[in-house]
């Protein structure tokens, strides 16, 4: 059964930090994995999205790598902004190819004070 | 470009009660899935519907089902309401059931059951 798990499960830099958030998978046959952004309350909005053939992927100053064979994903934020203050989650896709799922981590709550 | 719309924003239903949740896809996806995200949690997946075939099922009793229509859009009926089933209930659409395709999450429902 597939688990994932986000640690820290909240985080607290002051504005301009370099970070990285961390994410770890149990079964290492996954079809892709995808970072999301989600603000209180509100819907999830994708951050990025690492196919199982690839390493990393950038937006802006956002990166995250992936590493199947360890079962472990990081989301390196630059920079960091207090407009960042969100909590961000990972999930795996697990399944087949054409029928599947997203399996969720807990989440890292994120602060970033100016 | 419209994204992920779902309806309503909120909602307070007493145990016993039934209710409708709904969601239009963004425009040209034929994909959607459902998710429960409970207070601290990831989002835990329900169902996914391709072409208005249901494609997989989480791990949820009965009491929750759902179907597409030929337009694409959903619905998530839940019969018998517990205190349990409060939760954040998230829409997500994908142009196709492939891993290789983003999900994009709708900004959810707010069910409150008491």
């Known amino acids: 059964k597939q688990e994932v798990t986000q640690i820290p499960a909240a985080l607290s830099v002051p504005e301009g930090e370099n970070l990285v958030l961390n994410c770890s998978f149990t079964?290492?046959?996954?079809?892709?994995l995808q970072w999301f952004r989600q603000d209180p309350g509100k819907g999830l909005t994708s951050l990025l999205l690492?196919?199982?053939?690839?390493r990393e992927q950038t937006s802006g100053r956002l990166n995250a790598s992936l590493d199947k064979s360890s079962g472990r994903s990081t989301l390196y934020i630059a920079a960091s902004q207090p407009g960042d203050s969100a909590t961000y989650l990972c999930?795996?896709?697990?399944?087949?190819?054409?029928?599947?799922?997203?399996?969720f981590g807990q989440g890292t709550t994120l602060q970033v004070k100016p | 470009d419209a994204g992920v719309t779902q309806s309503p924003t909120h909602l307070i239903k007493t145990r016993g009660q039934h209710v409708t949740l709904r969601c239009s896809p963004i425009?040209?996806?034929?994909?959607v899935s459902w998710y429960q995200q409970v207070l601290g949690q990831g989002p835990q997946f329900i169902f996914q519907?391709?072409?208005?075939?249901?494609?997989g099922r989480g791990n949820f009793p009965d009491r929750f089902s759902a179907r597409q229509f030929p337009n694409y859009s959903s619905e998530l009926n839940v019969n018998a309401l517990l205190l349990g089933d409060s939760a954040l209930y998230l829409c997500?659409?994908?142009?196709?059931?492939?891993?290789?395709?983003?999900?994009?999450f709708g900004p959810g429902t707010r069910l409150t059951v008491l």
């Open positions: 997500a659409s994908s142009y196709r059931d492939r891993p290789t395709d983003t999900q994009y």
């Open positions: 079964d290492s046959a996954i079809y892709n």
């Open positions: 690492i196919q199982s053939s690839q």
């Open positions: 999930a795996v896709w697990s399944g087949s190819s054409n029928t599947g799922k997203l399996i």
């Open positions: 425009s040209g996806h034929k994909s």
């Open positions: 519907y391709y072409e208005k075939e249901e494609r």
